[in-house]
């Protein structure tokens, strides 16, 4: 089975610039988990999908936002970057449902706004 | 939320030498991970393990769900075992399916 995919891999940005992230879950995963990575905070969750349904959100604010399409591929937007938005993005897929399990994780995206 | 914690955070080994990394969290969990990031970035699934103990290779993991801690055991170590080793925590309630990462122990395997 394909693993989990990230594209774009790299991204350079400028301040109050809008990105897009896509991530394509191993197939027959239905859950989408997305993560911030800096040096400073660490990895922190962003917010998580199930069945195109936002099901659990972290502390992050209202710039950050996803979606989920019935393909299960997720897609996560930050409006109006800010220098501190810089960072690995990951995403991760498991199952979902009840038997929410093991997650795994994508390549991620590594965002520089500048 | 849940808090969990890492030690040590940093581990300077000879190649040969066994290390053991530890994992506490602050309450009961049915989802544990161990990953591995490599110098790209990328999470290598090391142990799926909320309880009890598994071993792939060089490498085992033990879980104390009661106690609420893991174990990391890496034997043998090489080069390229080096890299920063998270644990991650997560408890199953619908609607509430996160992990929650330690910050990690980077460890160097000197050659």
């Known amino acids: 089975k394909a693993g989990v995919t990230q594209t774009p891999r790299y991204l350079i940005k400028t301040r109050g610039q809008q990105v897009t992230l896509s991530c394509s879950p191993i197939?027959?995963?239905?859950?989408v988990s997305w993560y911030q990575q800096t040096p400073g905070q660490g990895l922190q969750f962003l917010f998580e999908y199930f069945s195109e349904t936002q099901r659990n959100k972290g502390n992050f604010p209202g710039r950050f936002s996803g979606r989920q399409f019935s393909n299960s591929r997720s897609e996560m937007n930050v409006s109006t970057l800010e220098l501190g938005d810089s960072a690995l993005y990951l995403c991760?897929?498991?199952?979902?449902?009840?038997?929410?399990?093991?997650?795994?994780f994508g390549p991620g995206t590594r965002l520089t706004v500048l | 939320g849940i808090q969990v914690e890492q030690s040590p955070p940093d581990l300077i080994l000879q190649e040969g030498a066994n290390s053991t990394l530890r994992c506490n969290f602050s309450d009961s969990v049915n989802n544990l991970q161990w990953f591995h990031q490599n110098p790209w970035g990328q999470l290598i699934n090391l142990f799926y393990i909320p309880s009890g103990t598994k071993q792939n290779g060089r490498l085992s993991a033990t879980t104390v769900a009661t106690e609420r801690y893991s174990l990391l055991y890496i034997s043998s170590s090489q080069t390229t075992d080096s890299g920063v080793y998270f644990c991650a925590v997560g408890r199953t309630n619908f609607g509430n399916e996160k992990l929650t990462f330690g910050t990690g122990t980077r460890l160097t395997i000197i050659p």
């Open positions: 991760a897929s498991s199952l979902g449902g009840t038997g929410w399990g093991e997650q795994f």
């Open positions: 197939s027959g995963h239905r859950s």
